[in-house]
């Protein structure tokens, strides 16, 4: 439920009043031998360096239980808010500086997001609902069940430049109960909050998921089969289901299975698998692979001025690598 820190990072807090939960120095490199960046086809060379440096940015976030998740840049503060789950609590990683608590209690949340006026969205997994915070500080309820049925433990969520918000809602550990759904959907919520759909039900365990640049088609991983899906958008933002196939397969002997997921402004997709995150082209094709030394790989995040930051999460670590193509802004643009 804490991090595992380090007694220069202990006697650093109690200097600071208790304040700073870990001392950063920007961004330390770790020294395990393991990482590297592994390059499969030529094209890794316009994405990014083999030679960058993987920095780790906060050890121990989540403590035993783990894990760190939701990673989600906040431009205007130029800072990193991610989830610390069993922790029940929001961490604010500002480069330079360190991390900190942000918030206490998330009810659990897990993925985050903004929408199109930069209002944070948040999965509520002990909640199980999708809520927003409103900038006065109260909450609105995005959604918490679907046809008078409970959510199960929504899990990620991403925002369309028409204002319509999508999640994916796996089981979890959610105990069921006569009020609970029967399946592991993949919801979109429009605009206006007033219509819930159910886009796809077929998943073992869906969980991260992202547009293309743009936003023709939406990428979705199952988690327990190992890959990540895609299908064609319809006109009316529902998923054009007879163009549903198998995008990548990330399944391995390593440890780690597809988490969290992101696309750049090139429409190359990066997300959690076997031995590391994936980088691969638009038609699915693996270009290379970051070997972060860590089992798993829970979320991901462009971040930085220039959205040339790559931040990652898993159990009990965040850390960061620098990348050559910007990723896709958050809060998307909204189109006209």
């Known amino acids: 439920m804490t991090f ?46 083999i030679g960058e440096s993987i920095n780790r940015l906060a050890d ?21 808010l991610f989830s610390d789950i069993n922790g029940n609590r929001r ?3 500002t480069p330079g500086q360190g991390t900190v608590e942000f918030k206490k209690p998330t009810n659990g949340a897990n993925g985050l997001t903004r929408d199109l006026q930069g209002r ?3 999965c509520e997994g002990a909640g199980r609902r999708v809520i927003r915070e409103e900038l006065d500080g109260t909450t609105t309820v995005i959604a918490s069940s ?31 109960d006569q009020t609970d ?10 605009a206006d909050l007033g219509t819930l759909t159910l886009l ?5 365990v869906p969980n991260g998921l992202a547009f293309s640049p743009d936003e023709s088609v939406l990428y979705i991983n199952d988690t327990r089969r190992g890959h990540i899906r895609a299908f064609d958008l319809a006109p009316n933002g529902t998923l054009a289901r007879q163009t549903d196939r198998v995008f990548a397969d990330l399944s391995g002997t390593e440890a780690g299975v597809p988490d969290g997921m992101k696309v750049d402004s090139a429409g190359n997709v990066y997300c959690g698998g076997s031995g590391g995150i994936w980088i691969l082209d638009a038609k699915g094709k693996k ?35 620098k990348v050559k193509i910007a990723g896709i802004p958050v809060p998307v643009a909204k189109k006209t």
């Open 91 to 93: 961490m604010k990683y």
């Open 146 to 176: 679907f046809q008078g049925r409970r959510l199960n433990r929504p899990n990620d969520v991403v925002v369309k430049s028409d204002g319509a918000i999508y999640f994916t809602d796996p089981r979890g550990n959610v105990v069921p």
């Open 287 to 321: 270009l290379g692979r970051i070997v972060h030394g860590q089992p798993q790989t829970t979320n991901l995040a462009f971040g930085g001025p220039d959205w040339k930051t790559l931040y990652f999460t898993n159990w009990n670590y965040l850390g960061a690598v």
């Open 4 to 49: 595992r820190l380090t007694r220069r990072d202990l006697l650093a807090s109690a200097a600071a009043g208790g304040a700073a939960l870990s001392v950063d120095p920007s961004s330390i490199a770790s020294a395990q031998g393991a990482q590297r960046i592994e390059q499969f086809a030529p094209e890794l060379d316009g994405i990014i360096s």
């Open 200 to 204: 796809v039900d077929d998943f073992i």
């Open 60 to 80: 121990g976030v989540g403590g035993d239980g783990g894990p760190a998740e939701g990673p989600l840049w906040w431009k205007e503060g130029g800072y990193l």
């Open 120 to 122: 944070l969205v948040a």
């Open 181 to 190: 759904l029967s399946y592991q959907g993949v919801y979109r919520v429009s």
